[in-house]
Structures are given as structure tokens and as C-alpha cells.
């Protein structure tokens, strides 16, 4: 996952690792060698148009609104179509309100319409006070939250344990295609323990011996800090 930085030099740009503490009290139950946090890369404001979400001070939301607003005032100026020109004076009254695109309703449609126009506020935008940057690992965890991302966990055999990222409502066919195209082409079943029922239980074997552990097909939706174990046809 890509988070653009807008205004923000104190927070470095490059790969960070999300430190998470569900997956550290997992790791003490299972003691794997290797421990794997979420891994983001944070982009500079000229490749947030790259990035899955924009993270911005609260006194520079009003920038990435402008921009927009510049952009969307331009096209109107120049298109002939009048249905575009609908879309765009909708637009238009959305960012003069000094409100989000990303957050304003829009229809599949009209989605569809302005996924090739650039626009920084089509994208989760998460608005940061200056305090926050003192804990870069909590300040990014929310950024992942609010733009709808989760994380699903793996322990193989006490080698690593891992979190993996995906959006809200992936299904376990898609988290297996995540790890490796064989799993998902394989897929048999995913093994399931939430972690509240792992750590209660105090790891695998335990949550085994409550009944805690299901089986799920492919239509299962992970749901965050799910203990997920694959299995499938190699």
C-alpha cells in the first residue's frame, strides 16, 4: 500500500513497517523465528496520484481541495459534452463546499467517469494534527483503518509469524491469492480462529481443543486479526 504525505516533511518518505501489537501477542503464544509487520511506502505529494490513501495536515486539506476544485473549473471551461459538464458542475459544488469526492455518494457511474481525471480527493483522505507525528506507528495504523484496510495473520509452522494486508470485505479466496497464486488456485478451505478466541485459548492447539477453530470456503470474508490457515492442492 502507497500513503501520499501532502505537506508533511517531518514524516520520512519511504518503506515503513506497521508495528502492531495483536500480531507481537500472537508471536509470544507462537514463538516463530520471524516476525512480519504490514510494510507501507510512503510517497511524496508529487506521486500522490500513485497512492491508495493522502495523509495531510488539518490546515492543508483545504490545499488538496483547491487543487481539485482548479482542475475541475478548467475541464468545465473546455468540454462540450453536457453530460460531462453535468458530472463536472456536481463536482464543482461538492469541492466549493469544501467537502471530499471521495466521500460525497457518488454512483458506479459517475465513479467510472472520473477515474482518469487525477483528482487528489477521490482517494481516502486522512486529516492529521501536528501531536499525532510524534507516534508515526499509531498515527499510520489509523491511516490504514479509516481508507479500509485490515490485516489477517499467518503463523507456518513456528518459522514466521505475519500479518497480511487487504481491504474491508476481501473473501479467503482472494487473501490466499495474496500469499501465493498456487494457494488461491488450489484452494480448498481456510481454517479460521479469530484472535480473540486464539489468545483466550492461548494459541493454536488450544483454540483446536475449545472448538474455536472453523472451516470457511471461498466466500468467507476475512475479518481483522483473523487467524488464517490455508489449505489447498498443490
Known sequence: ?????????????GKHNI?????????????????????????????????????????????????????????????EEE?????LNKLKLILEKEELIFNAGLSPEEKQAIAGFGLLTNKPIIVAEKQELNDPDNLLARVLKESGFI????????KETRAWLIKQSTTAWEAAGLIHSDIQRGFIRAE???????????????????GKLHLE???????????????FNK
Open 19 to 79: 508495528k502492531d501489537q495483536r500480531l507481537d501477542e500472537v508471536d509470544n503464544l507462537v514463538k516463530a523465528k520471524k516476525k512480519t509487520y504490514v510494510q507501507v511506502e510512503l510517497v511524496g505529494q508529487d506521486a500522490a496520484l500513485e497512492a491508495d490513501a493522502i495523509l495531510v495536515l488539518s490546515d492543508s486539506r483545504i490545499d488538496l481541495i483547491l487543487k481539485d476544485l482548479e482542475f475541475v473549473e478548467t475541464r468545465l471551461s473546455r468540454t
Open 83 to 87: 453530460k460531462e459538464k453535468m458530472l
Open 151 to 158: 490485516s489477517f495473520f499467518t503463523t507456518t509452522g513456528g
Open 192 to 210: 479460521i480462529i479469530s484472535f480473540s478466541d486464539f489468545i483466550q485459548a492461548g494459541g493454536e492447539v488450544g483454540a483446536k481443543q475449545q
Open 1 to 13: 500500500m502507497k500513503i501520499g504525505i501532502f505537506s508533511i516533511p517531518d514524516l520520512p518518505l
Open 217 to 231: 470456503q471461498k466466500d468467507y470474508v476475512i475479518q481483522d486479526a483473523d487467524l488464517v490457515n490455508f489449505r
